[in-house]
DNA sequence: GGGTACATGTAATCAGTTACATGATTTA
DNA sequence: TAAATCATGTAACTGATTACATGTACCC
Protein backbone atom coordinates (compact mmCIF):
# COMPACT_ATOMS: atom_id res chain seq x y z
CA UNK A 1 0.00 0.00 0.00
CA UNK A 2 2.23 2.46 -0.85
CA UNK A 3 1.27 6.17 0.00
CA UNK A 4 1.72 7.64 -3.58
CA UNK A 5 -1.55 7.10 -4.27
CA UNK A 6 -3.08 9.49 -1.94
CA UNK A 7 -4.62 13.05 -2.75
CA UNK A 8 -5.24 16.16 -0.20
CA UNK A 9 -8.83 14.33 -0.20
CA UNK A 10 -7.90 11.11 1.48
CA UNK A 11 -5.58 12.85 4.30
CA UNK A 12 -8.73 15.23 4.81
CA UNK A 13 -10.56 11.99 5.07
CA UNK A 14 -8.41 9.93 7.28
CA UNK A 15 -7.87 13.04 8.92
CA UNK A 16 -11.12 13.63 9.70
CA UNK A 17 -11.51 9.48 10.49
CA UNK A 18 -8.83 9.65 12.81
CA UNK A 19 -10.00 12.54 14.94
CA UNK A 20 -13.35 12.06 15.16
CA UNK A 21 -14.02 8.12 15.30
CA UNK A 22 -16.10 6.32 12.99
CA UNK A 23 -18.05 8.50 10.41
CA UNK A 24 -20.54 8.64 7.76
CA UNK A 25 -19.61 10.66 4.95
CA UNK A 26 -22.63 12.87 5.80
CA UNK A 27 -20.42 13.50 9.01
CA UNK A 28 -17.57 14.43 6.71
CA UNK A 29 -19.79 16.66 5.14
CA UNK A 30 -20.58 18.55 7.33
CA UNK A 31 -17.10 18.72 9.48
CA UNK A 32 -15.63 19.93 6.01
CA UNK A 33 -18.46 22.30 5.62
CA UNK A 34 -17.80 24.03 8.96
CA UNK A 35 -14.15 24.27 8.20
CA UNK A 36 -11.87 24.13 5.25
CA UNK A 37 -14.78 23.70 3.07
CA UNK A 38 -15.07 27.63 3.32
CA UNK A 39 -12.09 28.43 1.17
CA UNK A 40 -11.36 24.61 -0.16
CA UNK A 41 -14.41 23.18 -1.62
CA UNK A 42 -14.55 19.60 -1.06
CA UNK A 43 -18.23 18.59 -3.36
CA UNK A 44 -19.99 15.99 -1.30
CA UNK A 45 -19.83 13.40 -3.73
CA UNK A 46 -15.88 13.01 -2.86
CA UNK A 47 -16.15 12.25 0.47
CA UNK A 48 -18.42 9.49 -0.72
CA UNK A 49 -16.50 8.19 -2.70
CA UNK A 50 -13.21 8.24 -1.20
CA UNK A 51 -13.95 6.56 1.87
CA UNK A 52 -14.81 3.07 -0.40
CA UNK A 53 -11.13 4.02 -2.37
CA UNK A 54 -9.51 3.98 1.09
CA UNK A 55 -11.09 0.71 2.13
CA UNK A 56 -9.74 -1.06 -0.47
CA UNK A 57 -6.04 0.04 0.67
CA UNK A 58 -6.36 -1.10 3.70
CA UNK A 59 -6.98 2.23 5.32
CA UNK A 60 -10.55 2.26 6.80
CA UNK A 61 -13.01 -0.36 7.46
CA UNK A 62 -16.79 -0.29 6.37
CA UNK A 63 -19.14 -1.01 8.60
CA UNK A 64 -22.91 -0.67 6.85
CA UNK A 65 -26.06 -0.40 9.19
CA UNK A 66 -28.45 -2.55 8.78
CA UNK A 67 -31.71 -0.48 9.22
CA UNK A 68 -33.12 2.73 8.93
CA UNK A 69 -30.75 4.77 6.28
CA UNK A 70 -28.28 2.16 6.13
CA UNK A 71 -25.41 4.73 6.94
CA UNK A 72 -21.87 3.21 6.03
CA UNK A 73 -19.80 4.13 8.90
CA UNK A 74 -16.00 4.35 8.08
CA UNK A 75 -13.17 3.78 10.92
CA UNK A 76 -9.45 4.15 10.38
CA UNK A 77 -7.32 1.02 10.21
CA UNK A 78 -3.66 1.00 12.06
CA UNK A 79 -2.39 1.22 8.20
CA UNK A 80 -4.68 4.55 7.81
CA UNK A 81 -3.06 6.05 11.34
CA UNK A 82 0.18 5.57 10.18
CA UNK A 83 0.01 6.49 6.75
CA UNK A 84 -1.95 9.97 8.02
CA UNK A 85 1.48 10.15 10.46
CA UNK A 86 4.06 9.23 7.57
CA UNK A 87 2.44 12.52 5.72
CA UNK A 88 2.47 14.96 8.70
CA UNK A 89 6.09 14.49 8.83
CA UNK A 90 6.53 14.66 5.13
CA UNK A 91 7.08 18.34 4.29
CA UNK A 92 4.74 19.40 1.60
CA UNK A 93 6.49 21.88 -0.77
CA UNK A 94 3.44 21.77 -2.92
CA UNK A 95 2.38 25.46 -3.51
CA UNK A 96 -0.23 27.11 -2.39
CA UNK A 97 -3.67 27.12 -5.22
CA UNK A 98 -5.22 30.50 -5.31
CA UNK A 99 -8.01 30.39 -7.66
CA UNK A 100 -10.10 33.46 -8.18
CA UNK A 101 -12.49 33.77 -10.96
CA UNK A 102 -12.87 37.66 -10.13
CA UNK A 103 -9.30 38.22 -10.39
CA UNK A 104 -9.14 36.23 -13.80
CA UNK A 105 -11.82 38.64 -15.19
CA UNK A 106 -10.02 42.23 -13.86
CA UNK A 107 -6.98 40.69 -15.22
CA UNK A 108 -8.78 40.82 -18.78
CA UNK A 109 -10.36 43.89 -18.10
CA UNK A 110 -9.10 45.96 -21.09
CA UNK A 111 -10.50 43.40 -23.07
CA UNK A 112 -13.91 45.23 -22.17
CA UNK A 113 -15.49 48.12 -22.23
CA UNK A 114 -13.82 51.43 -20.40
CA UNK A 115 -15.51 50.89 -17.20
CA UNK A 116 -15.20 47.34 -17.08
CA UNK A 117 -11.98 47.08 -14.29
CA UNK A 118 -14.87 49.69 -12.38
CA UNK A 119 -17.96 47.74 -12.46
CA UNK A 120 -15.68 44.29 -11.53
CA UNK A 121 -14.60 46.13 -8.37
CA UNK A 122 -17.69 47.68 -7.38
CA UNK A 123 -18.79 44.00 -7.66
CA UNK A 124 -16.08 42.26 -5.55
CA UNK A 125 -15.65 44.62 -2.69
CA UNK A 126 -18.62 44.17 -0.61
CA UNK A 127 -18.42 40.17 -1.71
CA UNK A 128 -15.22 39.98 0.26
CA UNK A 129 -16.25 42.77 3.01
CA UNK A 130 -19.35 40.54 3.87
CA UNK A 131 -16.88 37.11 3.73
CA UNK A 132 -14.56 39.38 6.11
CA UNK A 133 -17.33 40.58 8.32
CA UNK A 134 -18.80 36.74 8.84
CA UNK A 135 -15.31 35.24 9.33
CA UNK A 136 -14.97 38.03 11.91
CA UNK A 137 -18.14 37.75 13.91
CA UNK A 138 -16.98 33.82 13.67
CA UNK A 139 -13.89 34.70 15.49
CA UNK A 140 -15.64 36.86 17.93
CA UNK A 141 -18.01 33.92 19.04
CA UNK A 142 -15.05 31.71 19.09
CA UNK A 143 -13.78 29.18 22.27
CA UNK A 144 -11.81 31.07 25.25
CA UNK A 145 -8.26 30.06 26.27
CA UNK A 146 -9.52 26.38 27.26
CA UNK A 147 -8.65 25.64 24.18
CA UNK A 148 -4.79 26.08 24.28
CA UNK A 149 -4.40 23.11 26.56
CA UNK A 150 -0.92 21.57 26.38
CA UNK A 151 -0.64 20.52 22.60
CA UNK A 152 -4.39 19.05 22.52
CA UNK A 153 -6.05 20.79 19.51
CA UNK A 154 -9.34 20.14 19.56
CA UNK A 155 -12.22 20.50 16.17
CA UNK A 156 -13.08 23.62 17.58
CA UNK A 157 -9.56 24.80 17.83
CA UNK A 158 -9.10 23.11 14.52
CA UNK A 159 -11.76 25.85 13.11
CA UNK A 160 -10.40 28.49 14.91
CA UNK A 161 -7.43 27.90 12.40
CA UNK A 162 -9.66 28.15 9.72
CA UNK A 163 -11.73 31.04 10.57
CA UNK A 164 -8.31 32.83 11.26
CA UNK A 165 -6.43 32.16 8.04
CA UNK A 166 -10.30 33.39 6.43
CA UNK A 167 -9.88 36.58 7.96
CA UNK A 168 -6.46 36.96 7.03
CA UNK A 169 -6.83 36.27 3.23
CA UNK A 170 -10.34 38.27 3.12
CA UNK A 171 -8.64 41.42 4.54
CA UNK A 172 -5.51 40.80 2.00
CA UNK A 173 -8.69 40.67 -0.65
CA UNK A 174 -10.47 43.82 0.53
CA UNK A 175 -6.80 45.46 0.69
CA UNK A 176 -6.19 44.52 -3.02
CA UNK A 177 -9.92 45.77 -4.06
CA UNK A 178 -9.75 48.96 -2.63
CA UNK A 179 -6.87 49.74 -4.12
CA UNK A 180 -8.23 48.28 -7.74
CA UNK A 181 -10.64 51.07 -6.58
CA UNK A 182 -8.66 54.13 -6.03
CA UNK A 183 -6.94 53.14 -9.13
CA UNK A 184 -10.07 53.59 -11.52
CA UNK A 185 -11.09 56.41 -9.38
CA UNK A 186 -7.30 58.43 -10.19
CA UNK A 187 -7.57 56.96 -13.50
CA UNK A 188 -11.19 58.97 -14.48
CA UNK A 189 -9.90 61.62 -12.40
CA UNK A 190 -6.85 61.83 -14.63
CA UNK A 191 -9.02 61.61 -17.75
CA UNK A 192 -11.30 64.54 -16.75
CA UNK A 193 -8.43 66.92 -16.88
CA UNK A 194 -7.09 65.66 -19.87
CA UNK B 1 -22.44 28.07 -29.36
CA UNK B 2 -23.41 28.41 -26.04
CA UNK B 3 -21.05 29.77 -23.55
CA UNK B 4 -22.00 27.33 -20.78
CA UNK B 5 -19.57 25.05 -21.66
CA UNK B 6 -16.67 27.55 -20.95
CA UNK B 7 -14.73 27.10 -18.05
CA UNK B 8 -11.85 29.45 -16.62
CA UNK B 9 -8.90 28.00 -18.38
CA UNK B 10 -11.24 29.16 -21.43
CA UNK B 11 -11.73 32.49 -20.77
CA UNK B 12 -7.87 32.44 -19.69
CA UNK B 13 -7.06 31.24 -23.56
CA UNK B 14 -9.48 33.73 -24.59
CA UNK B 15 -8.75 36.49 -22.66
CA UNK B 16 -4.69 36.19 -23.56
CA UNK B 17 -5.07 35.42 -27.33
CA UNK B 18 -7.70 38.92 -28.02
CA UNK B 19 -5.02 40.95 -26.37
CA UNK B 20 -1.99 39.62 -27.37
CA UNK B 21 -3.24 38.10 -31.16
CA UNK B 22 -2.42 35.39 -32.86
CA UNK B 23 -0.50 33.01 -30.61
CA UNK B 24 1.17 29.62 -29.87
CA UNK B 25 0.54 27.29 -27.11
CA UNK B 26 3.77 27.95 -25.90
CA UNK B 27 2.89 32.08 -25.91
CA UNK B 28 0.51 31.07 -23.54
CA UNK B 29 2.09 28.86 -21.18
CA UNK B 30 5.13 32.33 -21.17
CA UNK B 31 2.35 34.37 -20.05
CA UNK B 32 0.32 32.41 -18.12
CA UNK B 33 4.17 31.40 -16.27
CA UNK B 34 5.06 35.18 -15.79
CA UNK B 35 1.51 36.20 -14.44
CA UNK B 36 -1.18 34.55 -12.74
CA UNK B 37 0.57 30.89 -12.91
CA UNK B 38 2.16 32.25 -9.96
CA UNK B 39 -0.83 31.33 -8.20
CA UNK B 40 -3.08 29.06 -10.50
CA UNK B 41 -1.20 26.63 -12.21
CA UNK B 42 -2.09 25.45 -15.51
CA UNK B 43 -0.03 23.00 -16.68
CA UNK B 44 1.25 23.13 -20.60
CA UNK B 45 -1.03 20.16 -21.17
CA UNK B 46 -3.92 22.35 -20.65
CA UNK B 47 -3.12 25.10 -22.61
CA UNK B 48 -2.08 22.78 -25.55
CA UNK B 49 -5.70 20.93 -25.64
CA UNK B 50 -8.14 23.94 -24.87
CA UNK B 51 -7.22 25.93 -28.07
CA UNK B 52 -8.04 22.99 -30.16
CA UNK B 53 -11.26 22.84 -28.25
CA UNK B 54 -12.26 26.66 -28.76
CA UNK B 55 -11.73 26.18 -32.25
CA UNK B 56 -14.08 23.56 -32.65
CA UNK B 57 -16.57 26.16 -30.93
CA UNK B 58 -15.74 28.06 -33.79
CA UNK B 59 -14.55 31.02 -30.80
CA UNK B 60 -10.54 30.37 -32.16
CA UNK B 61 -9.14 30.24 -35.62
CA UNK B 62 -5.87 28.00 -36.00
CA UNK B 63 -3.32 28.14 -38.82
CA UNK B 64 -0.55 25.92 -38.95
CA UNK B 65 3.16 26.60 -39.85
CA UNK B 66 4.32 24.47 -43.02
CA UNK B 67 7.94 24.70 -41.78
CA UNK B 68 10.26 24.74 -39.05
CA UNK B 69 8.46 23.86 -35.94
CA UNK B 70 5.10 23.73 -37.48
CA UNK B 71 3.77 25.97 -34.85
CA UNK B 72 -0.04 26.41 -34.28
CA UNK B 73 -1.10 29.80 -33.93
CA UNK B 74 -4.24 30.73 -32.85
CA UNK B 75 -6.37 34.05 -33.45
CA UNK B 76 -9.76 35.08 -31.74
CA UNK B 77 -12.71 35.27 -33.43
CA UNK B 78 -15.58 37.42 -33.49
CA UNK B 79 -17.55 34.74 -31.96
CA UNK B 80 -15.01 34.29 -29.28
CA UNK B 81 -14.29 38.20 -28.29
CA UNK B 82 -18.08 38.40 -28.01
CA UNK B 83 -17.98 35.39 -25.34
CA UNK B 84 -15.16 37.26 -23.79
CA UNK B 85 -17.44 40.10 -23.32
CA UNK B 86 -20.24 38.67 -22.31
CA UNK B 87 -18.33 37.00 -19.55
CA UNK B 88 -16.31 39.83 -18.15
CA UNK B 89 -20.04 41.81 -17.97
CA UNK B 90 -21.46 38.67 -16.22
CA UNK B 91 -20.66 39.04 -12.39
CA UNK B 92 -18.70 36.26 -11.05
CA UNK B 93 -20.40 34.87 -7.88
CA UNK B 94 -18.12 31.62 -7.40
CA UNK B 95 -15.64 31.81 -4.40
CA UNK B 96 -12.23 31.93 -4.61
CA UNK B 97 -10.56 28.64 -4.05
CA UNK B 98 -7.34 28.60 -1.62
CA UNK B 99 -5.70 25.44 -1.81
CA UNK B 100 -3.10 25.13 0.80
CA UNK B 101 -2.10 21.71 1.56
CA UNK B 102 0.53 23.19 4.84
CA UNK B 103 -2.52 24.51 6.09
CA UNK B 104 -4.72 20.99 5.62
CA UNK B 105 -1.35 19.11 7.68
CA UNK B 106 -1.84 21.88 10.51
CA UNK B 107 -5.34 21.01 10.65
CA UNK B 108 -4.43 18.02 11.34
CA UNK B 109 -1.28 18.41 13.11
CA UNK B 110 -2.90 16.71 16.44
CA UNK B 111 -2.75 13.61 15.25
CA UNK B 112 0.91 13.50 14.85
CA UNK B 113 3.52 13.79 17.86
CA UNK B 114 3.35 16.74 19.91
CA UNK B 115 5.94 19.13 18.05
CA UNK B 116 4.37 18.52 14.68
CA UNK B 117 2.32 21.90 14.94
CA UNK B 118 5.73 23.14 15.28
CA UNK B 119 7.62 21.84 12.73
CA UNK B 120 5.07 22.40 10.10
CA UNK B 121 5.24 26.17 11.26
CA UNK B 122 8.64 25.81 10.90
CA UNK B 123 8.75 24.25 7.43
CA UNK B 124 5.90 26.60 5.94
CA UNK B 125 7.42 30.12 7.73
CA UNK B 126 10.54 30.08 5.45
CA UNK B 127 8.55 28.90 2.27
CA UNK B 128 6.10 31.82 2.45
CA UNK B 129 8.75 34.49 3.67
CA UNK B 130 10.57 33.41 0.45
CA UNK B 131 7.74 34.25 -2.05
CA UNK B 132 6.72 37.17 -0.32
CA UNK B 133 10.47 38.94 -0.92
CA UNK B 134 10.34 37.17 -4.62
CA UNK B 135 7.25 39.02 -4.98
CA UNK B 136 8.01 42.49 -3.34
CA UNK B 137 11.08 42.81 -5.45
CA UNK B 138 9.69 42.16 -8.49
CA UNK B 139 7.01 44.90 -7.16
CA UNK B 140 9.86 47.27 -6.82
CA UNK B 141 11.23 46.19 -10.58
CA UNK B 142 7.66 47.32 -11.85
CA UNK B 143 7.09 49.71 -14.59
CA UNK B 144 6.70 53.37 -13.60
CA UNK B 145 3.76 55.37 -13.73
CA UNK B 146 3.45 55.52 -17.74
CA UNK B 147 1.42 52.37 -17.56
CA UNK B 148 -1.46 54.13 -16.20
CA UNK B 149 -2.76 56.02 -19.24
CA UNK B 150 -6.29 55.86 -19.62
CA UNK B 151 -7.85 53.25 -19.07
CA UNK B 152 -5.74 51.04 -21.37
CA UNK B 153 -4.18 48.23 -18.95
CA UNK B 154 -1.27 46.82 -20.77
CA UNK B 155 0.71 43.36 -20.11
CA UNK B 156 2.95 45.05 -17.74
CA UNK B 157 -0.32 46.40 -15.45
CA UNK B 158 -1.96 43.22 -15.71
CA UNK B 159 1.84 41.53 -14.12
CA UNK B 160 1.83 44.29 -11.69
CA UNK B 161 -1.83 43.37 -10.41
CA UNK B 162 -0.62 39.46 -10.03
CA UNK B 163 2.46 40.79 -8.08
CA UNK B 164 0.22 43.25 -6.19
CA UNK B 165 -2.30 40.11 -4.99
CA UNK B 166 0.89 37.61 -4.16
CA UNK B 167 2.48 40.21 -1.90
CA UNK B 168 -1.12 40.69 0.02
CA UNK B 169 -1.40 36.79 0.54
CA UNK B 170 1.68 36.07 1.30
CA UNK B 171 1.85 39.37 3.70
CA UNK B 172 -1.31 37.24 5.15
CA UNK B 173 0.21 34.09 5.04
CA UNK B 174 3.62 35.08 6.97
CA UNK B 175 1.58 36.39 9.65
CA UNK B 176 -0.65 33.26 9.92
CA UNK B 177 2.34 31.39 10.81
CA UNK B 178 4.07 33.47 12.42
CA UNK B 179 0.89 33.22 14.80
CA UNK B 180 1.15 29.59 15.10
CA UNK B 181 4.54 29.77 16.09
CA UNK B 182 3.59 31.97 18.84
CA UNK B 183 1.07 30.04 20.09
CA UNK B 184 3.34 26.78 19.90
CA UNK B 185 5.82 29.01 22.17
CA UNK B 186 3.08 30.36 24.29
CA UNK B 187 2.35 26.47 24.60
CA UNK B 188 5.79 24.60 25.33
CA UNK B 189 6.14 27.85 27.92
CA UNK B 190 2.98 26.53 29.51
CA UNK B 191 3.64 23.50 29.71
CA UNK B 192 7.25 23.84 30.93
CA UNK B 193 5.63 25.43 33.92
CA UNK B 194 3.30 22.51 34.64
C1' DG C 1 -50.84 13.88 5.74
C1' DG C 2 -48.51 16.84 2.77
C1' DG C 3 -44.68 19.64 2.06
C1' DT C 4 -39.94 20.77 2.87
C1' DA C 5 -35.48 20.28 4.10
C1' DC C 6 -32.19 16.92 5.40
C1' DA C 7 -29.60 12.89 4.21
C1' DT C 8 -27.59 9.34 1.21
C1' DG C 9 -26.06 7.56 -2.49
C1' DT C 10 -24.77 6.38 -7.88
C1' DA C 11 -23.48 7.18 -12.66
C1' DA C 12 -21.70 9.61 -16.44
C1' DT C 13 -18.98 13.10 -18.02
C1' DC C 14 -15.19 16.10 -18.28
C1' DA C 15 -11.38 18.73 -16.85
C1' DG C 16 -6.92 18.35 -15.05
C1' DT C 17 -2.76 15.81 -14.41
C1' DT C 18 1.02 12.78 -15.38
C1' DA C 19 3.81 10.59 -18.34
C1' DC C 20 5.81 10.00 -22.57
C1' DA C 21 8.15 11.44 -26.67
C1' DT C 22 10.62 14.13 -29.91
C1' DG C 23 12.39 18.17 -32.60
C1' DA C 24 14.78 22.70 -32.64
C1' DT C 25 18.13 26.07 -30.77
C1' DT C 26 21.61 27.65 -28.20
C1' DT C 27 25.98 27.40 -25.75
C1' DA C 28 30.23 25.44 -24.25
C1' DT D 1 29.70 18.73 -32.24
C1' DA D 2 27.90 17.34 -28.06
C1' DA D 3 25.22 18.59 -24.30
C1' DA D 4 21.79 21.11 -22.40
C1' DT D 5 17.77 23.51 -22.58
C1' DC D 6 13.92 25.26 -24.90
C1' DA D 7 9.86 24.22 -27.37
C1' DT D 8 6.04 21.32 -28.95
C1' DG D 9 3.00 18.11 -28.82
C1' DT D 10 0.01 13.52 -27.68
C1' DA D 11 -2.11 9.84 -25.00
C1' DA D 12 -3.79 7.63 -21.06
C1' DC D 13 -5.53 8.00 -16.77
C1' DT D 14 -7.87 9.54 -12.80
C1' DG D 15 -9.88 12.73 -9.81
C1' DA D 16 -13.37 16.11 -9.64
C1' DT D 17 -17.79 17.88 -10.92
C1' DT D 18 -22.53 17.62 -12.40
C1' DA D 19 -26.64 15.52 -12.64
C1' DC D 20 -29.72 12.30 -11.27
C1' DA D 21 -32.40 9.75 -7.99
C1' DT D 22 -34.46 8.36 -3.81
C1' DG D 23 -35.32 7.75 1.14
C1' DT D 24 -36.07 9.72 5.87
C1' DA D 25 -37.31 12.85 9.35
C1' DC D 26 -39.44 16.85 10.75
C1' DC D 27 -42.85 20.60 10.81
C1' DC D 28 -47.20 22.77 9.84
Do not use: C
Given at each position: ?15 LIARE ?66 WLERP ?103
Amino acid sequence: MSTDQLSSTSYLVLGLIAREGASTPYDLKRHVAATIGNFWSFPHALLYKEPPRLVDLGLLTEVRELDGRRRRLFTITSAGAGALQAWLERPSWEATELRDPGLLQLFFADQGSSDTQGDIAREQLPIHRAKLSAYETEEQLGPGPEGARSGHLTLEHWRGQTVRMGVLYERAAVEFWEGVTADVAAGEAAAALA
